[in-house]
């Protein structure tokens, strides 16, 4: 198993929600993957939110999986690829924005906040247009910024590291 295989099953940020929001169906894979997922329709194609509900510390449709999911490669794994970083750099990578989403998390549980999605990805985007519509700091309390502050360090690594952003 190659380097870039191995950070790729190790890593999962993009089933488990945190760098993809949803996957894209196409028509002819609709009938199959419907018997594995919840896939909605939408003008003849299909499509299913993030996190996938077939990953659980991997995929277990791997041989069966989405186009989507078997041609999509982050940026992480083009640049170990490249050899602009090395293996132990990207799982460090990995590690940190899991890291980073785990506190995230835990300060989205402290404060309360109701957000829409289950999606990891898209309660960002949410998170994002709330700071973005409440842009004075000095009135939000300590925990709003560390989350605010949190939100902005993940998007920068996903910038940086995954060539996507949580974008609003």
Known sequence: MNDATRVCLACGLCCDG??????????????????????????????????????????????D???????????????????????????ETVHAVKQKKIAIEKQLALLQLQLKSESFYFKMVELKKL???????ATLSQDHINLFTDLNQLDSLLVERFSVSISS
Do not use: M
């Open 131 to 137: 700071f973005e519509t409440n842009t004075d700091l």
């Open 65 to 91: 999986r989405p186009k989507q999911c078997a041609k999509y490669e982050c940026g992480l794994l083009e640049s170990l690829e490249q050899k602009e970083i090395d293996f132990d750099a990207a799982i």
């Open 18 to 63: 945190t760098v993809i929001g949803f996957v894209q169906v196409g028509r002819e894979e609709l009938p199959a993957l419907r018997e594995l997922l919840d896939v909605e329709n939408a003008n003849g194609e299909g499509f299913f939110l993030q996190p996938c509900k077939k990953f659980c510390d991997g995929c277990t449709i791997y041989p």
